[in-house]
T-cell receptor
């Protein structure tokens, strides 16, 4: 299995609080992605990174920021969590060969 | 990004072949066609990808139409474990390593009957 770990796996937080999700890889892959998955919407890309300190927005980036200060870690931050950000979040890694590996997901509930 | 059209759901019997279709009529010449699947309560997993020629691996076969506007994922003998949502994703990808930026649609929900 590809070395990709998401933490935490589950989190409940209150509206208005900041939340940071971590994606850690041991594969030294260049590309990293954050997706969210909601019923009826499938997987939607939030942000992605194509190298250290190189990131770009996906289709649903409002309310989210990311940082990648080293190859192995890609952090997703919800600056001020809202109930609409309750979702399952998936991280993925890829080296550019067409095969991406996904983490097990983080289930976030904003109450 | 190229848009895709897939049926919402399909059913199959165990140990029979399954052909999962995908239309991607707006695909560009440099887009590869990726297939991923997602089992219940898991993250997506890679199945196969190709550009023009048909491709085979241990999981499945990918048949790509000559005009590249459609493709078919073939599971040769469906098992209960193959019950999942299957996504077809055209995505730009260079051999030298540009990213795929996979954009997922709704996918096909495959059910497998024992």
């Amino acid at each position: 299995d590809a070395g990709i770990t998401q933490s935490p796996r589950h989190k409940v937080t209150e509206t208005g609080t900041p939340v940071t999700l971590r994606c850690h890889q041991t594969e030294n892959h260049r590309y990293m992605y954050w997706y969210r998955q909601d019923p009826g919407h499938g997987l939607r890309l939030i942000h992605y990174s194509y190298g250290v300190k190189d990131t770009d927005k996906g289709e649903v980036s409002d309310g989210y920021s990311v940082s990648r200060s080293k190859t192995e870690d890609f952090l997703l931050t919800l600056e001020s969590a809202t109930s609409s950000q309750t979702s399952v979040y998936f991280c993925a890694i890829e080296e550019g060969g067409g095969e991406a590996f996904f983490g097990q997901g983080t289930r976030l509930t904003v109450v | 990004d190229a848009k895709t059209t897939q049926p919402n759901s399909m059913e199959s019997n165990e140990e029979e072949p399954v052909h999962l279709p995908c239309n991607h009529s707006t695909i560009s010449g440099t887009d590869y066609i990726h297939w991923y699947r997602q089992l219940p309560s898991q993250g997506p997993e890679y199945v196969i990808h190709g550009l023009t020629s048909n491709v085979n691996n241990r999981m499945a076969s990918l048949a790509i139409a000559e005009d590249r506007k459609s493709s078919t994922l073939i599971l040769h003998r469906a098992t209960l474990r193959d019950a999942a949502v299957y996504y077809c994703i055209p995505s730009y990808h260079l051999l030298t390593g540009a990213n795929s930026k996979l954009t997922f649609g709704k996918g096909i929900t495959l059910s497998v009957r024992p």
